[in-house]
Structure formats: C-alpha cells, structure tokens
C-alpha cells in the first residue's frame, strides 16, 4: 500500500529525519533523537508535523445536530472558536476514536435557513479531528448517518487540504504569537481549548490552544501549500520533534493514544473504562449513549491507570500485569522509560480492586516479573 505523505516530507527528509509508517502515513518519527527532542519540549519548545491527523468539516441548518448525535460531549455548549475533547462511540459505548470538535465560524447560506445561527442567512459550522488514517472512514460514518437521519448538511473530509503543526512548551505561547503577522490578533490571549484565525506568513490559519504533551502550545492547521512558509518561521527556535518524542511526551502526562490504548476491535474500551468519562454528556442523544448510562449507573469492571516500575527494564505494549500470586490482571497498552523522570512508565487496564495508587503488581518483561506499583497520572 502506498503510504500518505505529509506535505513537507521532503523538507524532513532534508533535515535528517527517520521516518516510520503511522496510520497510513509516512511521518518523522525522530529529527535528532527522541530524549532531545523530548527534553526540548519539556523545557523550551519543539515543533511537530502532525498534518496525518483528520480534519472533516460540518456545515448546515443540521450540523449542530449531526454532530451531538455522533460525539459524546454536548456541542451545543461551544461558541464560535471553542474546542472541546469527545468520543466517537459504537451503540454498545464503545470507543471508535477520540477527537477534538472545533466551533467554526458560521458559514454564510443562499437560503437562510440557519435554525441555530445568530444570522438568519449563515448556519454552523464545525471541524473536527479524527485520529491518523481514520479521515475516510469518519467521513463516511457522517455521511451514512446524516442520509439516514435526513439531516441537511455537508460533510467534507479536508485533511489534505490542510498541513497541521503543534507549537508546544514553556516559550511555545511567545514564539507562537510572534510568528503570526502584523496585523494579526494576540495568540497569547486564547485560552485553553479555544481557537481563532490568524495570518501565518500571509496564509490564512486556523491557531488553537491545545496540544498533546502536556506542556502549553498550540495547533496550527495551515492550507497545505503555506506549509513550508509556515514551517520555517519556527526553524531557527524550536526544535523539530518526531513522533517518538510525541509518545514519550504524551504517556508522562497519562493520555490515551487511539488505536493502542483502544481500539474497536483490539482493545475494546468506553470512555469510564479509559478514565475520559468527563467527555460523556448523558443529557444528550449520541450514539452510544444508552449503553453508557448502564454503565454509569453499573460502574466499570476495568479502568486505565498509571504504572511505574520499581525493578529494571522496560515496559511496553502487550506485556502481562500480574498480582502477587502471578496471575495475569491486566495488560500494559503503553509503556516507555520517562526522558523526564529517568524512570520506567505504563499505561493499562486492571480491575477495579487493583487500581488504588500505591497497589504493587508486577510487569512480565521478557518472561520475567518485575516488581511494579499502581500510580496516578500524570506521572511525577
């Protein structure tokens, strides 16, 4: 199969990158080494290529509804330039993917037949971010549900129409604001989980305060042929960065990565098992909702937790947790040894009566149990 290239893969080429397949795409995976790049996130600030993730957008008198009925977080609460983190949910409450829903501005309309738009002649609008190689199939699951509700609105997937760059760390929010043009807004002045337009090297880009490693930052999603401009206004002061040191970045902070930590099929999981139940509105209708109010209601049998080793060695995805008595618990879904904290971290499910922090399990490590102990996240 051919791999997706991101836009700017031969710049990274250029520059020394390795790369790795993820998703469907051929994307850096370290620039110069995964505890640099790391440690420069941590510390001052990196910039990633992240243009393999999704982007659909919604528009029409029905988007506001097409969207409630598709993600587990209540939509309607969003003003223009809010974000907020859902789940995309099969019947059964289980988790397809994980996504950030963007409010647009409202789009303007020949017909003005905006129900829920401010003007009488615009309608909603909405992006959102499906997980990498997830893009076509989100699409499709929009549309097949919007033709059968007999919703009115589009569904375009524009994930290669836009390259999308995460500007994080502590000098993230001054670099950011300082490389937007002159007669630009402040970037400074959005706060977590908002987002604006803003000009980049004279192209128009959609900037918001969010990010995966923990740190502050922002993304920036730019038309896909400004990606080079908008890439080498942060060349000379923040450190390209790999997806390698995206995962080591993320798992300190305890966050989920889809399609490893769950998956439909792999590692079947709702959002109260994965310790995200903050993203479930039950006063709304989704897909999905009605098996997860039973388990509101029933509780969970499994949840994700924080797992540290005490002995050496490494823990990585699949290895067996065990108890005392050496039967198996659980499983590790992610695992590394911490560039911050110089020592071995997981991320997993057990039962419920193991996960108190300060439990001792065990982590098999090339068939040999290593003494382990249940923490909460992030991880300190």
Not at 13 to 22: L, N, S, V, Y
Not at 312 to 341: F, I, K
Request: one cysteine or more.
């Amino acid at each position: 199969m051919t791999l997706r290239k991101p836009p700017l893969r031969e710049v990274h080429a250029e520059r020394g990158a390795k790369f790795t397949e993820f998703g469907g795409w051929d994307m850096p995976v370290e620039f110069d080494s995964i505890r640099t790049e790391h440690t420069a996130v941590r510390e001052a600030a990196g910039i990633f290529d992240v243009s393999h993730m999704g982007e659909i957008e919604v528009a029409g008198p029905d988007a506001t509804t097409l969207m409630q009925r598709l993600t587990s977080n209540d939509v309607t609460e969003l003003a223009v330039g809010d974000a907020q983190y859902a789940a995309i949910t099969r019947e059964d409450g289980v988790m397809i993917d994980d996504t950030v829903v963007y409010r647009l501005p409202d789009e303007s309309t020949a017909d003005g037949d905006g129900d829920d738009a401010d003007d009488a002649n615009t309608v909603p609008a909405y992006l959102f971010i499906p997980n990498a190689g997830h893009d076509t199939e989100t699409h499709d699951r929009w549309v097949d549900h919007r033709d059968e509700w007999d919703l009115d609105c589009e569904v375009r997937n524009v994930t290669e129409d836009w390259a999308m760059f995460a500007v994080q760390g502590p000098e993230a929010p001054d670099l950011v604001a300082d490389a937007v043009d002159a007669d630009g807004p402040d970037v400074r002045d959005l706060s977590r989980f908002s987002a604006t337009f803003a000009p980049f090297a004279g192209a128009e880009c959609w900037v918001a305060r969010t990010g995966y490693t923990g740190e502050d930052g922002f993304e920036i999603l730019c038309p896909w042929e400004a990606a080079e401009d908008v890439w080498a206004l942060f060349a000379d002061d923040a450190a390209p960065c790999g997806l390698g040191a995206r995962d080591t970045l993320r798992m300190e902070k305890g966050f989920l990565l889809s399609g490893q930590d769950f998956h439909p099929e792999d590692e079947p999981r709702t959002p109260y098992e994965a310790d995200i139940g903050f993203v479930v509105d039950l006063d709304t209708e989704f897909v999905g909702r009605d098996a997860l109010a039973e388990q509101a209601e029933t509780g969970v049998e499994e949840t994700f937790v924080g797992i540290e080793l005490l002995d050496r060695g490494v823990p990585r995805h699949g290895y067996d947790v065990t108890d005392e008595n050496g039967h198996v618990v659980g499983v590790v879904t992610s695992g590394t040894m911490s560039p911050t904290l110089d020592k071995p971290i997981a991320l997993g499910y057990l039962p419920v009566g193991f996960t108190d922090p300060g439990t001792e399990v065990n982590v098999v490590v090339r068939a040999r149990e290593k003494r382990a102990k249940v923490v909460t996240v992030p991880f300190e």
